[in-house]
């Protein structure tokens, strides 16, 4: 079971959504939910962008409106997820990049709610845009993604499970365990998988269904073989079910020391119709 949920409050117009959706979770499993608010530097590199800019040293009263504001943001968070029916409930607020702050943050929690950000809020700094990618390919923990449209639908439901027999793919599964377990139905989605048929076995699906089954996931295999991308697949499958979740791993790789997603988890963080739980 999940009990400790960490989700992102940053004011924006996405915070709604996932707010539900962790509130929906929280309950659920009787977790306690942490709201995450961040100034967005800390008080160092506040000094220092002041000082190098020329201005005038008076960070003080400055970054004191910024933690203000996080503050309100914080306060609402707390009165809207005791409205939603969460019993345990905490606002921390962090004088850091929303970036570092998570990633630490999600260490020492379960899950980690945050929203899709391929129509990003003009209103919001460049450094928090690709938030999820950056805290699913750095932490340790998996992370739950949330479309805007997401008003506090069941879920999982029936969930949609990508299995390629990869390590991500295995971290992925066993992150959503405590939902798989809930689901009414599991499809575990196998594309094309003649073409990774050394980490599949003689029977693609068969033993990390078996698996499922002993943790008691009501699993079914589902085989596809299409011209459409992984994603695409992926995310047509989770339409045409009805699906409330999306469970694939996350997969990256090192360019100039910076993290770049694959194109499968690009697709699915940019366009996933439903929750998408995600794990590197």
């Not at 959504?17 to 929280?26: C, K």
């Not at 899709?116 to 805290?135: K, N, Y």
């Not at 932490?139 to 990508?162: E, I, K, N």
């Not at 459409?228 to 100039?256: E, F, I, K, N, Q």
């Amino acid at each position: 079971m999940y009990k400790t949920i960490v989700v992102h409050i940053d004011g924006s117009r996405q915070q709604d959504s996932r707010l539900h959706a962790a509130a929906l979770l929280a309950r659920e499993h009787d977790a306690h939910l942490i709201g995450s608010g961040t100034t967005g530097m800390s008080w160092v590199d506040f000094a220092l962008l002041t000082g190098s800019m020329g201005a005038p040293m008076m960070p003080g009263t400055d970054f004191q409106g910024l933690r203000d504001a996080v503050s309100v943001r914080l306060e609402k968070f707390v009165e809207e997820a005791g409205r939603l029916g969460v019993g345990s409930i905490e606002s921390r607020l962090v004088e850091d990049d929303p970036r570092f702050a998570l990633l630490m943050q999600s260490r020492y929690a379960d899950l980690t709610v945050l929203s899709q950000d391929s129509d990003p809020d003009p209103a919001l700094p460049v450094r928090i845009r690709g938030l999820p990618e950056h805290v699913t390919l750095h932490g340790a923990r998996p992370v739950l993604v949330v479309p805007d449209s997401y008003r506090g639908q069941p879920m999982p439901g029936t969930a949609v499970v990508g299995w390629d027999g990869s390590m991500q793919a295995i971290r992925a599964i066993e992150g959503a365990l405590p939902l798989l377990q809930r689901a009414e139905s599991v499809r575990l989605a196998l594309i094309n998988p003649d073409e990774l048929s050394e980490l599949h076995g003689e029977e693609p699906g068969a033993d990390m269904a078996l698996y499922l089954a002993r943790q008691g996931v009501q699993v079914d295999v589902v085989v596809e073989r299409t011209r459409s991308t992984t994603g695409d697949a992926l995310m047509s499958m989770a339409r045409t079910c009805g699906a409330g979740l999306l469970v694939a791993g996350a997969y990256g790789h090192s360019r100039y020391r910076e993290w770049v997603l694959g194109g499968v988890t690009r697709e699915l963080l940019a366009r996933a119709p439903v929750p998408l739980l995600l794990a590197h």
